[in-house]
């Protein structure tokens, strides 16, 4: 099995992922022999199946988000290297105050974002909840930051950084590396496109976008109680804005690793 492979937990978007995502990796010199799609039941399964090429695997886990993205971190070998992605994204860069699609390999660079991991003992990166250029900077910072969860590096068979939350998962897994670990990484100058709260994915999990929005609110209340020193609420009446502040803790800066940038 790679030591680096690229997973896609997916429901209800079998074009979405296979127009956006897998283009996007193919585009970046990914094969698609690296990358497994994984979706939330048998019928899920064969509807994926008519539509995505041979070479992509396609793997039946469970649904809710938390609870797919802890049996994708349980289904690899120890210590093998996942980069996970939402099914819907573009991946881009900061080019001044601007934003531009990323023009370089992207195996080299999450290869660089994991050796950069290992030098301080950290077990995650991630990527800023922004994609406007006015915001990100060249730079990656160790400590503990928010991030999207749209894209995130983490390796195999770490259950006890694992949130089985069906909403927020990404943020719940920042802090329990922070806790366990010291910190995660995060890359200020890489993020995502994606069409915010689209149809499929969590959307159809919960029913549709206010049913959504209600577990979004009442997660976020009760992340609030467990970690009061780490995230506060805030944008009560716009929950689609975001409703989580997080408390920055940077332990280090280091030199942006896109090839652009060095």
Known sequence: MNDLVFAIPSYKRETEVSEKTLKTLAQLEVPMEMVTVFVANPEEFSRYREKLPDSVSIVTGELGIGCQRRFINNFFAEGTRIVSLD????????????????????????????????????????????????????????GFRGICGAMFGEYAQVPEVQSLLP?????????????????????????????????????????????????????????VKRYPELVKMVNEDKPEKGLTKIKNKTTGRYQSQLTCCQ
């Open 167 to 223: 909403h927020s998962e990404d943020l719940e897994k920042a802090i329990l590396h922070y806790l366990k670990f010291g910190g995660i990484l995060r890359l200020n100058d890489i993020s995502v496109k994606q069409k915010r709260l689209a149809d499929g994915g969590v959307n159809a999990h919960f029913g549709g976008k206010t049913e959504r929005m209600e577990v979004y609110r009442n997660i976020t209340e009760e992340l």
């Open 87 to 142: 099914d819907d994204v573009s991946i881009i860069r900061k080019d001044g105050a601007k934003i531009t699609e990323l023009d370089e390999p992207l195996i080299p660079l999450v290869k660089k974002a994991f050796n950069l991991c290992d030098s301080v003992g950290l077990k995650f990166w991630g990527i800023p909840d922004t994609n406007n250029g006015f915001f990100m900077k060249h730079e990656w910072v160790t």
